[in-house]
C-alpha cells in the first residue's frame, strides 16, 4: 500500500486544456513537494509547500498543500506539449515518501 | 545541475553474479541516497550515507550492501543479483537529512536481471 497515492496514473490530454493532478494520503506530512520526471532522467524538483492551505504557482502551475496537510493538487493551465512527463509527489515525515506518479502526454 | 553520473547507465546481468553500481557527486553535499523506482511503487529509499563510512538502511534494504569510502563517491551492491532487483536505481544528493530539503537526482542505472 503507498503511503501517497497519486491520482490519475496516466493523463492524456491536448495541447491548451487545463488539468488537476491530485495527492492523497491518510498521514499528515510537515510539507510536501512535488517533482518531474522526464524519460531517461531523474527526477527534479518543481515546488515544495509546508504550510496547510498554502498556495504556489510556478508560471502555468499551481500548487496547493491541503488545509490539514494530508494531500496536495497540481493544476496546469494550458499545458504544453513541453509539461508531458512524470509528475512525482514526495511528502515528508521522519524521511521522504514518493508516491507513484501520474504520467501525463500532451499531444500538440 | 547538480553534479551526479551514475555508472553504468545500463546493465544485463544474470541470477546470482554480484553488481555494483557507482554514483559520483562533484557537489561536495553530505548526504548520498540510492533509492529504486518500479512500476507501481514511485521512488523507495534503500541506503543512505550521511559522511564517509556512515551509513544506514531504507525502506527496501534487504539483499543490498552500501560503501562511502570517498564525499564524492557512493556505491551499491547487490551481493547475490535476483530478478526481484530488476531495476531502475537512482542517486541522489542533498545538503542536508531534513525531510522537505530538495534532493538532486542522477539520470539513473537501468538494471536487468535474467
Known amino acids: 500500500t503507498q503511503l501517497l497515492e497519486q491520482s490519475p496514473q496516466f493523463l492524456s490530454i491536448q495541447e491548451g486544456e487545463n488539468l488537476t493532478v491530485y495527492c492523497n494520503s491518510s498521514?499528515?506530512?510537515?510539507?510536501l513537494q512535488w517533482y518531474r520526471q522526464e524519460p531517461g532522467e531523474g527526477p527534479v524538483l518543481l515546488v515544495t509547500?509546508?504550510?496547510?492551505?498554502e498556495v504556489k504557482k510556478l508560471k502555468r502551475l499551481t500548487f496547493q498543500f491541503g488545509d490539514a496537510r494530508k494531500d496536495s493538487s497540481l493544476h496546469i493551465t494550458a499545458a504544453q506539449p513541453g509539461d508531458t512527463g512524470l509528475y512525482l509527489c514526495?511528502?515528508?515525515?521522519?524521511?521522504?515518501?514518493f508516491g507513484a506518479g501520474t504520467r501525463l502526454t500532451v499531444k500538440p | 545541475d547538480a553534479g551526479i553520473t551514475q555508472s553504468p547507465r545500463h546493465k544485463v546481468t544474470e541470477t546470482g553474479t554480484p553488481v555494483t553500481l557507482r554514483c559520483h557527486q562533484t557537489?561536495?553535499?553530505?548526504?548520498m541516497y540510492w533509492y529504486r523506482q518500479d512500476p507501481g511503487h514511485g521512488l523507495r529509499l534503500i541506503h543512505y550515507?550521511?559522511?564517509?563510512?556512515?551509513?544506514d538502511k531504507g525502506e527496501v534494504s534487504d539483499g543490498y550492501s552500501v560503501s562511502r569510502s570517498k564525499t564524492e563517491d557512493f556505491l551499491l551492491t547487490l551481493e547475490s543479483a535476483t530478478s526481484s532487483q530488476t531495476s531502475v536505481y537512482f542517486c541522489?544528493?542533498?545538503?542536508?537529512?531534513?525531510?522537505?530539503?530538495?534532493?538532486?537526482f542522477g539520470p539513473g542505472t537501468r538494471l536487468t536481471v535474467l
Open positions: 514526495a511528502g515528508a515525515r521522519h524521511d521522504m515518501r
Open positions: 541522489a544528493i542533498s545538503e542536508s537529512r531534513v525531510p522537505g530539503d530538495e534532493q538532486f
Open positions: 509547500v509546508v504550510t496547510g492551505g
Open positions: 550515507s550521511y559522511g564517509v563510512k556512515d551509513t
Open positions: 498521514s499528515v506530512f510537515s510539507s
Open positions: 557537489e561536495n553535499h553530505r548526504y
